[in-house]
């Protein structure tokens, strides 16, 4: 079993990340390795250019996700951890890719139209052919499991139909499909002073997010100031109904614990926020203080990530070429 995941580079991460994606790595690196299967995350810089940023930006995202992923817990003596750009080779195979998809299946691709919306030719040709980089990205290491999210499972039917094509037309059988992992359901978080909107960078409020960057007193002030109700937590989950802002509490106590939200609520049933919202703070800053000051040490050493970007793509480069080497004789190059 060997598992390959991509991490677009963002910057200013926040809870609803840390428990949405990132802790969700971490927990899938430990299973896999558990059962004996590899682990390779990278991070999708080439990807990140298909909508237009800043190069300053990009940059500085990918090392923040970088330092993010090792304090969080992702091992790079364990799991491969690299960039793409370091790897050629996705770029090249990527290449080949493109003249075996189809432009009809690349038109069936949703996320291409929800993304373009209205302006379908202002997007890049990047944009467009973002599934193909993809397929590229799994199929250079003959990755037998991909993670994905609701919205990547059409990518990942098209890297299968990318990989069946290729054997077929060039009479080989060199690319393995790759099967979806379907992991635990991620926790949804919310803005913590509107829980009819998910926590995100792009709200304008700094009291409505938790930054993975905040200092202690930060992380315990925001969690003081949350919007909550009056009223006591009820002894089941079904008894959060419509008390949006609570049960986004109980979410987040529940998933920075690794416990149920039912399990929460049977410790705290009866009491109200002024009982809970310091606990969720102590254990918040708990959890949370440990990555931050990791994160904030590795990002004073920009030598250290480099190192591990380029030992993690050391080996990734390792894996590729024989079958990126293959690939170009199956073709006749
Ligand atoms: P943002 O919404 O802040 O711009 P991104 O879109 O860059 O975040 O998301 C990066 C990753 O973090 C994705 O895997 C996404 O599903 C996850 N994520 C982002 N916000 C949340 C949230 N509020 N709750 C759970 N997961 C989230
Ligand atoms: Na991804």
Redesign the pocket.
């Known amino acids: 079993m060997r598992v390959v995941s991509g991490i ?1 580079p ?1 910057g200013n991460l ?1 809870l ?2 840390y ?3 990132v802790k969700q790595w971490v927990a899938m690196q430990d299973e896999v390795q558990a059962s004996g299967g590899e682990t390779m995350f990278f991070i999708a810089d080439l990807h990140g250019l298909t909508e237009w940023i800043a190069p300053a930006e990009l940059r500085a995202n990918t090392i923040e996700m970088t330092a993010t992923l090792v304090a969080a817990g992702i091992d790079p003596a364990r799991s491969i951890l690299f960039n793409q750009t370091r790897v050629p080779a996705h770029s090249e195979l990527s290449w080949l890719l493109n003249n075996v998809a189809r432009v009809g299946w690349l038109n069936r691709m949703t996320q291409f139209k929800d993304k373009a919306g209205k302006n379908r030719e202002g997007a890049s040709v990047g944009l467009y052919d973002y599934p193909v980089l993809m397929a590229a990205d799994v199929l250079l290491y003959n990755a037998t499991h991909v993670p994905v ?1 609701e919205d990547q499972k059409q990518h990942l039917e098209l890297a299968r139909d990318i990989a069946t094509k290729f054997n077929t037309d060039y009479a080989t059988e060199l690319f393995t499909l790759p099967e979806p992992l379907v992991s635990r359901a ?5 803005s913590l002073r509107d829980a009819g909107a ?5 709200n304008p409020s700094e009291m409505s997010l938790i930054k993975l960057i905040d200092a202690d007193d930060v992380i315990a002030d925001k969690f003081r100031k949350a919007k909550t109700d009056p009223d006591v937590l009820p002894g089941n989950v079904e008894g959060l109904d419509g008390r949006a802002e609570a049960k986004n509490l109980v979410t987040i106590f529940a998933a920075l614990a690794d416990r149920t939200p039912a399990d929460v609520l049977a410790e705290y049933e009866g009491k109200g926020f002024g009982a809970f919202k310091p606990a969720l703070a102590d254990l918040a800053v708990a959890t949370l203080g440990p990555i931050r000051d990791e994160m904030t040490r590795l990002l004073d050493d920009a030598a250290a990530i480099d190192a591990i970007l380029d030992r993690g793509a050391e080996k990734a480069r390792d894996l590729a070429a024989p079958v990126l080497r293959q690939a170009q004789e199956a073709m006749g190059l």
């Not at 998910?198 to 792009?202: A, L, Q």
């Open positions: 677009k963002t926040h609803g990340n428990l949405g994606a999210g991620a926790p949804r978080i919310m998910k926590m995100s960078k792009s």
